[in-house]
Structures are given as structure tokens and as C-alpha cells.
């Protein structure tokens, strides 16, 4: 049959019907929205635009025995010099119980990553740090079980985060942690201990206890906790500021030797009530500021997350804030970075963090 002209008609025909179906498509209240939260909460602005420099690092991480927490690792571990399983403890008998997942072991076996178990006091019960420290067979009964429990497993070391310790202590712990050194050192074992973030060598308060300068003498890594500088019963604020973070380094480095230093940074974040805080992931931080349709705004100042909703506030941590926190210590000649913890982290903080050789 010859062609005629008329014949395209039914091509245009298609072709219109397809343009208004992607206008109504375009048009469409559920795609507005949609649009429009992602906008508003900044995500496509802060955590899929901004650049990530690859980093570095000699990178201590704690993995706790929650799910999360071990499965992140697991993809994770070859990023890691040590990590630091959670979940051994002291408990309110004085009696060291130990726990360590063995996927654990095996990935960071398989990884060539040191394994140096942490030991807190159940709780954080501020008696039971007492006891610990100060009652001679509580004393020697946890010092004796912990060097069993990492030479029988074959541990590179242990890490101690004894917390709520009684300022009047110091002492105590300073010739705790001597003896317990001592014998790790024996066999080749290394000691690191957990310390809050000083500014200086106050002796009073939650940090009292540690003593910078002597720890910094009996260990072999001493990790400064950066972080809640504004904790879950404080005002909201930013959790690890870099003004206060840079503050804290300078002091660490006044007492105590750069290659010993382990800088600690938070991977979480909180969300206030008032002076009522609860912890959030990088995801919760997130998925709450999408829900409820505000911005999420990046503070230079802080290298932090944060906003605000109702009347509530969140400050959290995403890989921008590691990035700027891990060069900030870099900057200081410090490459050992440890981080509280594992599996509460923006996934990107891998392409941040990597181990130096």
C-alpha cells in the first residue's frame, strides 16, 4: 500500500500523551514532597556533594556485641590497626568476666588487626571503681585474671575503661595500672587505657582520676576520649567541638608522649529535650530530620551536624566531621585515631578512614 501523508499522525499522538503523562507525573503531590524533603532536610547537599579526602590512619576501633556494631567491622576490618571488642567487665562481685565475639576474632585475625579486648567496671558503678583500685584482693584478683585472659587468647593487649573513678583514686589507679603493665609487658603485651578529655590538670570531677602525665608514662596508648564535651544531661551543643578538641590535643601533648596518644572521636550523635538527651545513630540523626521535613546544617566551627525540631536539638557526626576531626590531629602530628563506635557511623567515614602501613 503507498504511504501517505497522513500516517505520522499516530507517532505525534504518542509522543503528547507521553509529554502530559510527565507532567502530571512532575506535578504530582507525593513527588513534590518527596522532593521537597530532600531539599529541606539537605541531605543531597551535605552528604552525597561535599568531598571526603582519603585518610591515613593507625585506627583503633571499639565494636560492641550488638549486631550492628559487629557486622559494620566485619566489612570493615581490613580499615583497622586494632580493634577493641566490648563487653568484658568487672562486675559488682569484683570478678573479671570476659566476652569476646568470635566473628570478631576471625575477621580481625584474617585482617592482620591486633585485638586488645576493653574491660570497663559494670556500669560505670563509681563504688566498684573503688573497689577495684583500692581493695588489695579485688585488686589483685581482676589484674591476675585480665593478664590470663589475654595471654590464654593471645591478645595483643588489653584496654582498661575504668569510669565514675573517685578523684581521690588518682593514686590508686596511677599503681594499678603500674602492676598491671608490668606484668602484660612481660609478655610482650601492650596497655592502653581510656581518659576523658582534659584541658588541663584538674583533680576533681569525672576526669580526676587520670593523671595525663603518669598514664601517659605506665602505657603504651593512651586514647583521650573527644567527645561529650555536651553529653545526654547537659545543655545540647555540638558533642565533640574542634576549638575544645584542638584545646585537649595541646594539653595531651604536654604531657604525654606524641607516639603514645590515641585521639578518640564520636561516630554518634544525641538528640536534647531540654537538658534530657538519648543517643542516635548517623541513620536515626538522618531519618528523624527527613520525617520531619527540616534542615540539616553543617557547623565549620564544630565539624558537626545539627538542627533542631519542635523543641528538640540533635547534634551528630557525619564523614565530613571525621574528615575534619582526623586532620585536625594530623595537623598535630597525631595519626592514631580510635573512634566510640563501630556501627553507629555514616557509611562514608570508610572512605575517610583508611589504615596506614
Known amino acids: 500500500m503507498k504511504r501517505t501523508k497522513d500516517k505520522p499522525i499516530l507517532p505525534v499522538a504518542i509522543i503528547i500523551i507521553i509529554l502530559v503523562a510527565i507532567v502530571l507525573f512532575l506535578m504530582n503531590p ?73 566473628k570478631v576474632i576471625e575477621a580481625a585475625e584474617t585482617n592482620n588487626v591486633s585485638i586488645v579486648p576493653l574491660v570497663a567496671n559494670k556500669g560505670f558503678d563509681r563504688g566498684l571503681a573503688h573497689r577495684i583500685l583500692t581493695d588489695p584482693e579485688v585488686r589483685e584478683r581482676t589484674i591476675a585474671a585480665i593478664v590470663d585472659f589475654v ?15 573517685p578523684p581521690e583514686d588518682r593514686g590508686a589507679l596511677n599503681s594499678y595500672m603500674r602492676e598491671l603493665a608490668s606484668r602484660l609487658h612481660h609478655y610482650g603485651k601492650i596497655v592502653t587505657i581510656d581518659v576523658a578529655g582534659k584541658t588541663w590538670d584538674d583533680p576533681s570531677g569525672w576526669g580526676g582520676a587520670w593523671d595525663y602525665s603518669t598514664l601517659g608514662e605506665v602505657c603504651d596508648y593512651v586514647c583521650i576520649m573527644c567527645y561529650d564535651y555536651h553529653w545526654p544531661g547537659s545543655e545540647a551543643g555540638p558533642i565533640g567541638p574542634l576549638s575544645w578538641m584542638k584545646e585537649v590535643i595541646s594539653y595531651a601533648l604536654s604531657t604525654i608522649p606524641r607516639d603514645k596518644i590515641v585521639i578518640g572521636i564520636p561516630f554518634y550523635g544525641y538528640r536534647w529535650l531540654g537538658r534530657s538527651g538519648v543517643g542516635l545513630t548517623f541513620k536515626q540523626a538522618v531519618e528523624t530530620a527527613k520525617n520531619f521535613g527540616v534542615k540539616i546544617l553543617f557547623s565549620e566551627e564544630d565539624a558537626e551536624y545539627y538542627y533542631s525540631y519542635d523543641s528538640y536539638t540533635v ?43
Not at 547537599?45 to 583503633?60: D, H, I
Not at 595471654?151 to 573513678?165: K, L
Open 151 to 165: 595471654i590464654e587468647n593471645n591478645f595483643s593487649g588489653i584496654n582498661i575503661d575504668y569510669e565514675n573513678i
Open 315 to 357: 547534634w551528630f557526626q557525619g564523614a565530613k566531621s571525621v574528615e575534619i576531626k582526623v586532620l585536625t590531629a594530623l595537623s598535630y602530628g597525631i595519626d592514631r585515631i580510635a573512634a566510640w563506635r563501630i556501627g553507629q557511623e555514616d557509611s562514608r567515614v570508610w572512605e575517610v578512614i583508611n589504615r596506614k602501613r
Open 30 to 102: 507525593v513527588w513534590k514532597r518527596r522532593s521537597s524533603e530532600e531539599s529541606e532536610s539537605g541531605i543531597d547537599k551535605y552528604f552525597e556533594t561535599l568531598p571526603l579526602e582519603k585518610l591515613e590512619v593507625k585506627f583503633f576501633g571499639w565494636v560492641t556485641p550488638d549486631e550492628e556494631s559487629i557486622s559494620s567491622f566485619l566489612r570493615n576490618a581490613s580499615k583497622f590497626t586494632w580493634v577493641s571488642p566490648t563487653g568484658s567487665i568487672v562486675n559488682g562481685n569484683g570478678d573479671f568476666v570476659p566476652w569476646v565475639d568470635n
